[in-house]
């Protein structure tokens, strides 16, 4: 039995839940992961999981276990990792998870500088807005938009997203062109809807000019829950929308889009990258988050420092993703 092997597995149990889900993060089949529990526990002399059809629970033992085996495969990451070459060269699979807009205007093209850096990591990344469990999915890191409402995981706040108001000339055309942003809920005007995937809903817009504020909930003829498809609408007339600065930039220059309300603004909106906070944060995975944060530092710089928290370098927290 390779007993490197048999921990990895036990504490992935432990972290999943489940052998199927333990297994699918691991890349291995389940009755692989179940055999080598089973050896570990045979070899230990100790029972570590209580399994029943419908889920497995750690017992005293393995949960006394499981805190000595993370910090020892942690040990043995730091250890690989301290060796010159290792050090100089992070390497091996890295599974993240972006906003589908931020992938494909600023993570992807200047993904080529990346990999010239650190040539040996290779990034499955998946481009949604969806909600993910970093845990049963496997997947080490996720870039998300929005507040921090749960302390669960690990947070580094890498930049934050000034908003702007904007609507196709051919909505404005039909609709008007509205001069408060209470026009926005009268009868010929609408908005393009996103639906936030961790919330279910649509969520109102607060705006602010001169001590005023204004929440704008309006109603739309389309929701949709995925960036590239929330620009795509508002691009294609089908009513007003709220983007990142980033995300408008080229269709102002072409006059697909017009700005509006230049007297409003908006609270920025905090971009994080969020990990599970058993996970060792290992080479590959630091230089991804400081390559992450010195990119949005050119694009979108966090403004106020002193709403990070961080146990690791103070600036990390929690994120709900």
């Not at 009755?31 to 999981?49: F, I």
């Not at 060269?89 to 993240?96: K, Q």
């Amino acid at each position: 039995m390779d007993r490197f092997d048999a921990m990895q597995a036990f504490v992935r149990v432990v972290e999943t839940g489940s052998f199927t889900k333990a297994a699918e993060s691991l890349h291995m089949n389940k009755t692989s992961v179940t055999q080598l529990v089973k050896n570990l526990e045979a070899r230990l002399r100790v029972k570590l999981l209580n399994r029943t059809t419908r889920k497995v629970n750690v017992t005293a033992d393995g949960a006394a276990y499981y805190d000595r085996v993370v910090k020892l495969l942690e040990d043995m990451d730091d250890a690989e990792t301290s060796l010159s070459n290792a050090s100089a060269l992070p390497r091996g699979r890295l599974r993240v998870d972006v906003p589908s807009p931020l992938a494909r205007m600023i993570l992807i093209p200047a993904l080529p500088a990346f990999h010239a850096r650190y040539p040996d990591i290779q990034l499955d990344m998946g481009v949604s807005d969806r909600r993910v469990d970093l845990i049963s999915e496997g997947v080490d890191c996720v870039v998300r938009g929005g507040e921090l409402t749960n302390l669960s995981l690990m947070a580094r706040r890498v930049g934050d997203l000034q908003l702007g108001v904007y609507a196709a000339p051919s909505y404005l055309e039909r609709a008007g062109m509205p001069s408060h942003p209470k026009e926005l809920a009268l009868e010929d005007q609408r908005i393009v809807g996103f639906t936030w995937a961790r919330l279910g809903s649509a969520l109102p817009y607060v705006m602010h000019h001169d001590g005023e504020s204004f929440k704008v909930h309006g109603r739309y003829v389309i929701a949709v829950d995925d960036g590239n498809a929330y620009l795509a609408a508002g691009v294609a007339g089908l009513g007003v929308i709220w983007l990142p600065r980033y995300m408008a930039t080229e269709h102002l220059a072409r006059g697909e889009l017009v700005r509006l309300f230049d007297d409003w603004h908006l609270d920025p909106m905090p971009l994080y990258i969020a990990f599970p906070p058993n996970r060792h944060v290992s080479a590959k995975l630091r230089v991804f988050i400081d390559w992450i944060a010195e990119l949005m530092a050119k694009h979108a710089p966090v403004i106020n420092q002193t709403r990070v928290h961080d146990p690791l370098t103070l600036q990390y927290g929690g994120l709900n993703d």
